[in-house]
């Protein structure tokens, strides 16, 4: 736990020390009116009370409440700023690291998990850390300081008060690992629960269709059960043994006022004395049950820490060098990869791209295609084999700088929670308006921008959840043209257009390919007939390699099939007549 604690401090290490000395300083004020308040017993059970340095006391007590309330106030400011001066580094830490992650980091998490940390972990750390550690600050300096005030005026009842504190540290730790066998668990709930509402809300058009609502989801139903279980769990198992913390130290209080009522009649000590230990001693296991109970909560808030640091410890992808390539040529040499260890979804693919030229990847659903397109933006790295851009291995380039070289319009399209102009201007942000005015117009977007309220300012939603898949395609396509990067990558960008606009998206698309080296996926035959080379995948291997007329003539090649098939479908049609579609 410390360790996490610490690894967090260095986020803000000067504005935990102003945090920590403010809460000492409060914790001494708190304890002093106590003092100031034996002062005054110790004087009324003198023979001749002074009555006027009582009242001086009584003053000097006055003032310190209001200095207290001043200190208090400075010190709770001290901690909030704090905390969440460290939450939001934390967060920023958390992002940059995240960008610094390959994708393939991203397809073995959970993306409930992931959203988990960042949200709800994140947010754990900074609720927990904002009160358990302030008040356990407190409450060690303020067992510290009255122990030492208690072993000056007696050692022997003193002991006795601290040996009950001895006897609970076993019973904290008992505690913390009932807190952290069940946080965990607890954690693992919360994290499907947030798994299965992302799937509910995702889903939900498939979810109602087919009825699956309510009670009958049963996934989202088990996971709310499992969460509900776990978090009786955490806060219930732990609480016997809290409740035994409270029972020691009474008893041992107890104790304590027996010895010192033996003390008395002996006249080892006198009467002010006991009184100072009915009054100080019982204040001094307050701050133990604050700790009895912070403790395993701070512990608890080390399970969110532990999470984090998971994500900030993560392999990163070699940063590579600072290396710009004279030439855009793609090369694949003897390229094998795979997502996991189980199936390798590229086997020995090699080819060459020449700068400047389209070459169209080809092939049954799962042969291979996305992943190229993938690894040359370095999305992934490759296991085995060698890519290159301009003769230089994309492993030898940063990540920033591979991106740089690639402009990509993809089937899927996603924007952020913004305007159109903002998701369009992503693409070069110190574009002018001029710019981007221009690109919008080349990709069709006024066409139906104009119809908005506030045209290229309006709001397309989270994803672009305001706007058609088709419209969402010409902002990306809008978004390439601006940022103009030497290298296109293309995967079926007009699959989601109505054939009445797929002729203004071609002429975009052309202009945006013009002079570029052009990798694109095609699932429609026909849109890649004119490549200056097409490559044809099944299975992750490379099995034909040539122009249109040249693969067309390999009668019973992989590529003439899937065109004739394709030619066949385009006849198809559905019967006016249910049966004779039987």
Not at 347 to 360: E, H, I, L, P
Not at 550 to 579: F, I
Request: a neutral charge; charged letters at 20%.
């Amino acid at each position: 736990m410390f360790k996490n604690l610490r690894y967090v401090f260095t986020f803000d290490p000067a504005g935990v020390r102003k945090s920590l000395f403010w809460e000492c300083l409060h914790g001494l004020f708190i304890a002093t009116p106590s003092a100031i308040l034996l002062l005054v017993i110790w004087e009324l059970f003198k023979d001749q009370p002074d009555i006027q340095q009582i009242w001086i006391w009584i003053g000097i007590m006055s003032f310190m409440l209001v200095l207290q309330f001043f200190v208090a106030n400075k010190s709770m400011m001290a901690s909030n700023i704090t905390t969440f001066e460290i939450g939001r580094r934390l967060r920023l830490e958390l992002g940059n690291k995240l960008q610094r992650l390959s994708l393939g980091y991203y397809k073995s998490k959970d993306p409930g998990d992931l959203a988990s940390v960042l949200l709800q972990d994140a947010a754990n750390f900074e609720n927990i850390f904002g009160h358990s550690f302030p008040n356990m600050a407190n409450a060690i300096f303020g067992v510290l300081l009255l122990s030492g005030f208690l072993l000056y005026l007696d050692w022997r009842l003193a002991i006795t008060l601290l040996f009950a504190i001895v006897l609970v540290v076993p019973l904290m730790q008992w505690s913390r690992w009932l807190i952290v066998r069940r946080g965990e668990t607890q954690v693992q709930a919360r994290t499907r629960t947030t798994s299965r509402f992302l799937e509910y809300i995702l889903g939900i058009q498939h979810i109602k269709a087919y009825r699956r609502t309510g009670p009958k989801f049963a996934s989202l139903q088990t996971a709310l059960g499992d969460l509900r279980d776990a978090s009786i769990k955490v806060e219930a198992i732990p609480g016997p043994v809290v409740l035994m913390v409270g029972v020691v130290l009474e008893l041992f209080f107890i104790l304590m006022i027996w010895f010192a009522l033996f003390y008395l009649l002996d006249g080892s000590i006198t009467v002010p004395v006991l009184i100072a230990f009915l009054i100080i001693g019982y204040r001094l296991y307050e701050p133990v049950k604050v700790l009895m109970i912070e403790y395993p909560v701070l512990n608890y808030m080390n399970i969110s820490l532990q999470r984090i640091r998971t994500i900030l410890d993560a392999p990163e992808q070699p940063a590579g060098q600072e290396l710009v390539p004279s030439t855009f040529d793609i090369e694949f040499a003897n390229v094998h990869f795979s997502y996991n260890e189980e199936k390798k979804v590229l086997q020995g693919v090699s080819f060459q791209a020449k700068n400047g030229t389209m070459t169209a990847l080809v092939g049954p659903s799962g042969s291979g295609k996305t992943t190229i397109t993938a690894l040359i933006a370095r999305f992934w790295d490759a296991q085995e084999g060698r890519i290159s851009i301009g003769g230089v291995d994309v492993k030898d380039m940063r990540p920033q700088q591979v991106y740089q070289l690639i402009s990509e319009v993809f089937q899927e399209v996603y924007l952020f929670d913004g305007t159109i102009y903002d998701n369009i201007k992503i693409g070069r942000p110190d574009a002018s308006p001029a710019e981007i005015q221009k690109v919008a117009e080349l990709a069709q977007v006024p066409e139906f921008s104009d119809q908005l309220a506030n045209g290229l300012h309006s709001n397309v939603g989270e994803g672009g959840s305001k706007l058609s898949g088709g419209q969402k395609q010409r902002i990306s396509i809008a978004r390439a043209l601006l940022k103009d990067a030497p290298i296109v990558l293309l995967d079926e960008a007009t699959a989601s257009l109505d054939p009445e606009n797929e002729i203004y998206i071609q002429r975009a698309i052309q202009e945006l390919v013009r002079n570029k080296t052009v990798i694109v996926i095609a699932h429609k035959l026909s849109t890649v007939q004119r490549a200056n080379r097409i490559l044809v995948l099944n299975e992750g291997r490379l099995v034909e390699s040539g122009k249109h007329e040249e693969l067309l003539a390999m009668e019973s090649g992989l590529y003439a099939h899937l065109w004739n098939t394709q030619q066949q479908v385009h006849g198809w049609k559905l019967s006016s007549n249910p049966k004779e579609a039987l």
